[in-house]
């Protein structure tokens, strides 16, 4: 069969809710067809697996930026998930929604994404296993869980360190007031990763009507006129074709989607006129408004063991494992950052100006992949790091070449904005302020990194622009707007000047929520759902 009601592009965390929703209709065919295998390595499934699959190529499109120009032209590593569940396969599984104001900002060019219109959508997708409360979803696919009866003692006092610096602790930053100091909720249930794969595609995988093709690599979206009639796809080296009767839904994730618009004629007409690419629209956003989170990280030296001391040595790896096997609980079970919290530096209400990560361990980042990300340092040590959470800086996603498995040229364009370099100075001060706590300073011997070498503000902008690394949260390259001539989709997801044919992923925010972005990539799913099922009645 190669003609389907709905053809779905990208099985990640937006394209698999989709997925499933849609195929909930019995008579409605959907086909989902995804770049990456589908993913059963156990690395993909038990938290701690996070480090192990960030650099491998099999689950992940491992990406590279061009020389960044404020970053003293560092290429900075950019993972995507290759695989069922996409990057909610390979994420650091912080569930975070969102504040409301994010969404305000989004209702101001797209009416009908303001809080009151998503705020549900996030409840029906949680299946949150904390203490119940009204705010909260119970019923949903997503497994969300609580881990604060489990931290490490030195997250205890990192919370503790902030109240001590003015931070009160909020015990649910998920339930509409964000701010304060948190353990953080993750996305898992019974201690394995809730991704979208997992959560939403394996309970409804065998649907009749529901047709998910791994190791299907989309090349093109192919038009009659300026309608999207289906698309063209690389399996098994073999060019074959699927044909939408409704619509092509791309769910193909920040990069790779505007890609895909680019090399199938949508976007910036000089472009694909140097690719060769016949134009079908002119369409100048494609691929530009690039946004992300661009974090600094703290290492300090502890008086006390931290994680370290038990995630690097062989007893202690067999003890954390047995702890997994017999009670899915311990440290395998978590996320590397335990805690955190989102500050906003003039008092007020509105969007929090930065969010903070702590993790009881340390380990240093492997240089262009040479090591596993997660090797944990032999002396006892934490880290506390944080990005600014409405930057201002923008970049680009541009294809380089007309041949749809070459990656495409990308930027982010860190700290470009005065803006963002005034926050990373504030945000270091603050990192440092809550280390000299009594609740902290009694187990911490020294900042071991960056250390003396940053004093001034200068010398904080100086190191950030050697160190800074991205937090994963591209988004905004085809985003949502009111016309063609500030947005590449509309409310309803369309795609400006095209029929048939919309975008649901995190590459249709307007603006980057201040938190992390696989909830409300996970969000866009079940709208795009939603706005796709009532268009459809
Ligand atoms: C290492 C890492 C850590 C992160 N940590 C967190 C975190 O802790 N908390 C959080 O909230 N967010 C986190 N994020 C971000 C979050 O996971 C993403 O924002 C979110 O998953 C994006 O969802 P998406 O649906 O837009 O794209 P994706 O989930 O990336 O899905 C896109 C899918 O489309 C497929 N695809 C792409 N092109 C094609 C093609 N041509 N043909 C077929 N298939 C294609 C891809 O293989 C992929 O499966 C992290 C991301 C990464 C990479």
Known sequence: MDEFDYVIVGAGSA????????????????????????????????????GKVFYDQRYNWKYQTNPEPHLNDRSIYWPRGKVLGGSSSINAMVYVRGHKQ???????????????????????????????????????????????????????????????????????????DMEGACFFQITTK??????????????????????????????????????ATGVSYVRGGKTLIAKAKREVVLCGGAINTPKLLQLSGIGAAPLLHDMGIPVVIDQPHVGQNLIDHMGLELIYGATVPTLNQLLRPLWGKAWVGLQFLLRRKGPLTMSLNQGGGFIR?????????????????????????????????????????????????????????????????????????????????????????????????????????????????D???????????????????????????????????????????????????????SGNTNAPAIMVGEMAANIIRNEAL
């Open 190 to 227: 019974n201690g394995i990763r809730s991704s979208t794969a997992n959560a939403y595609l394996k309970p409804v995988a065998k649907r009749s009507n529901l047709f998910i093709l791994t190791s299907a690599f989309v090349t093109r979206v192919l038009f009659d006129g300026k309608t």
């Open 345 to 457: 530096f003039d008092k007020g209400k509105g969007a929090p100006d930065i969010q903070l990560y702590f993790m009881p361990m340390s380990y240093s980042r492997a240089p262009k992949g040479k090591r596993p990300l997660m090797s944990p340092d032999p002396f006892p040590a934490y880290r506390i790091g944080f990005n600014p959470c409405k930057p201002e800086s923008r970049g680009y996603v541009d294809i380089q070449s007309p041949d749809p498995f070459q990656p495409p040229r990308m930027q982010g364009n860190y700290l470009e904005a005065e803006k963002d370099r005034q926050i990373m100075i504030a945000g270091t001060r603050l990192i440092r302020r809550i280390a000299k706590m009594p609740a902290l300073a009694t187990l911490t011997d020294k900042e071991i990194f960056p250390g003396n070498t940053m004093e001034t503000d």
């Open 459 to 513: 010398d904080i902008i100086a190191v950030a622009r050697d160190i800074s690394w991205t937090v994963f949260h591209q988004c905004g390259t085809c985003r949502m707007g009111r016309d063609e001539k500030t947005s590449v989709v509309d409310k309803t997801l369309k795609v400006h000047g095209i029929s048939n044919l919309r975008i649901a992923d995190a590459s249709i925010f307007p603006s980057i929520p």
């Open 102 to 176: 994010d969404y305000e900002e989004w209702n101001a060019v797209a009416p009908g994404w303001g809080w009151a219109d998503v705020e549900p959508m996030f409840r029906r997708m949680e299946n949150w296993l904390g203490q119940p409360q009204e705010e909260r979803g119970r019923t949903g696919p997503l497994g969300i869980t609580d881990i604060s009866g489990q931290v490490h003692p030195v997250t205890r006092a990192y919370i503790k360190a902030a109240s001590e610096a003015g931070i009160p602790f909020n015990p649910d930053y998920n339930s509409g």
């Open 15 to 50: 394209g698999s809710v989709l997925a499933a929703r849609l195929s909930e209709d019995k008579v409605t065919k959907v086909l989902l067809l995804e770049a990456g295998p589908k993913g059963r390595h156990p690395f993909l499934h038990i938290p701690i697996g996070y």
